[in-house]
């Protein structure tokens, strides 16, 4: 791996940890649950080859620190960390951006609050569930993970949030053992670090945001919309599945499922290249 620069941006309540590496154009990348800028590592340098690409710990993970820890998340806050991104990096031209899951939605939010500032957004498998005919149902997920978080605590929550993300709330049959990067493996820890940030403020928050679908259609040209091939029937996908047809836009499948990003880095940044030229 090529090793990045490193830097601090002040922002409204929050210290940013980012990352940049490369040349060329440049390439923001939002990143999704629990993970920062290292949620990219597999990716950042096969990408740096064409573009300048910048990752970031979002506000409250990793080495992004608030203010307030108790501080309550907005979407449109996360958007303006973004954009502030943007402003520091490439104050001279819009600049493309890649959000996967609720980094996915920061990206769709950041394109419609600020479009002169995005080229080309490609957002996988943003949970938009707002979107959802059956929007009611999950948002009973999402009270009901908060309610396990309140009183039961961190496992049994996450316990009840995966239930309620897999395929039509079937059980999960066994899957087969991946055997993860190095990279990906050592970032357990962290990941483990954050999960009560995630559940606690995260996941009721983004969850429960719901886009501007006619601003998003008046920009349709520069939103790529992005599933996992093997996320099919799950609810991650379906938001996306939903909009790309509302919308009149293709639907592209990467490798693997919502972590594709991790379990298949070498095809999924390949396609990751192709959807920011299209």
Same mark, same amino acid.
């Given at each position: 791996?090529?090793? &990045?620069?490193?830097?601090?941006? #002040?922002?409204?309540? /929050?210290?940013?940890?980012?990352?940049? *590496?490369? @040349? !060329?154009?440049?390439?923001?990348?939002?990143?999704?649950?629990?993970?920062?800028?290292?949620?990219?590592?597999?990716?950042?340098?096969?990408?740096?080859?064409?573009?300048?690409?910048?990752?970031?710990?979002?506000?409250?993970?990793?080495?992004?620190?608030?203010?307030?820890?108790?501080?309550?998340?907005?979407?449109?806050?996360?958007a303006d960390d973004a954009f502030r991104m943007l402003e520091l990096l490439s104050s001279d031209e819009p600049a493309r951006v890649f959000g996967a899951s609720s980094g996915a939605i920061v990206a769709v939010h950041l394109l419609t609050a600020r479009p002169e500032r995005v080229?080309?957004?490609?957002?996988?498998?943003?949970?938009?569930?707002?979107?959802? &005919?059956?929007?009611?149902?999950? #948002?009973?997920?999402? /009270?009901?993970?908060?309610?396990?978080? *309140?009183? @039961? !605590?961190?496992?049994?929550?996450?316990?009840?949030?995966?239930?309620?993300?897999?395929?039509?709330?079937?059980?999960?049959?066994?899957?087969?053992?991946?055997?993860?990067?190095?990279?990906?493996?050592?970032?357990?820890?962290?990941?483990?670090?954050?999960?009560?940030?995630?559940?606690?403020?995260?996941?009721?928050?983004?969850?429960?945001?719901?886009?501007?679908?006619?601003?998003?259609?008046?920009?349709?040209?520069?939103?790529?919309?992005?599933?996992?091939?093997?996320?099919?029937?799950?609810?991650?996908?379906?938001?996306?599945?939903?909009?790309?047809?509302?919308?009149?836009?293709?639907?592209?499948?990467?490798?693997?499922?919502?972590?594709?990003?991790?379990?298949?880095?070498?095809?999924?940044?390949?396609?990751?290249?192709?959807?920011?030229?299209?």
């Amino acid at each position: 791996m090529t090793d &990045p620069t490193i830097g601090s941006l #002040r922002v409204n309540g /929050a210290d940013l940890h980012y990352e940049v *590496r490369g @040349q !060329g154009p440049l390439l923001l990348l939002i990143p999704g649950g629990t993970g920062g800028a290292a949620s990219f590592d597999g990716i950042a340098d096969c990408l740096a080859a064409e573009y300048t690409v910048a990752t970031y710990d979002p506000r409250g993970m990793s080495r992004s620190t608030l203010d307030d820890p108790d501080a309550e998340q907005r979407v449109a806050e996360h958007a303006d960390d973004a954009f502030r991104m943007l402003e520091l990096l490439s104050s001279d031209e819009p600049a493309r951006v890649f959000g996967a899951s609720s980094g996915a939605i920061v990206a769709v939010h950041l394109l419609t609050a600020r479009p002169e500032r995005v080229a080309r957004v490609v957002a996988h498998e943003p949970p938009l569930v707002e979107v959802l &005919p059956d929007a009611s149902e999950h #948002r009973a997920l999402i /009270a009901r993970v908060k309610e396990t978080f *309140r009183t @039961q !605590g961190l496992m049994p929550a996450m316990a009840a949030f995966a239930a309620g993300l897999k395929k039509d709330g079937a059980a999960t049959a066994p899957e087969a053992e991946i055997e993860l990067p190095p990279q990906a493996a050592a970032r357990a820890e962290q990941t483990m670090a954050n999960l009560p940030y995630f559940v606690g403020r995260i996941v009721p928050a983004f969850m429960s945001y719901a886009p501007d679908i006619q601003r998003l259609k008046a920009l349709s040209d520069r939103l790529v919309l992005a599933c996992g091939e093997d996320s099919r029937g799950e609810l991650p996908y379906r938001p996306a599945a939903f909009l790309a047809e509302h919308l009149g836009t293709e639907l592209h499948h990467f490798p693997g499922g919502h972590t594709g990003l991790t379990t298949h880095p070498a095809e999924y940044g390949e396609l990751l290249r192709k959807a920011l030229r299209a």
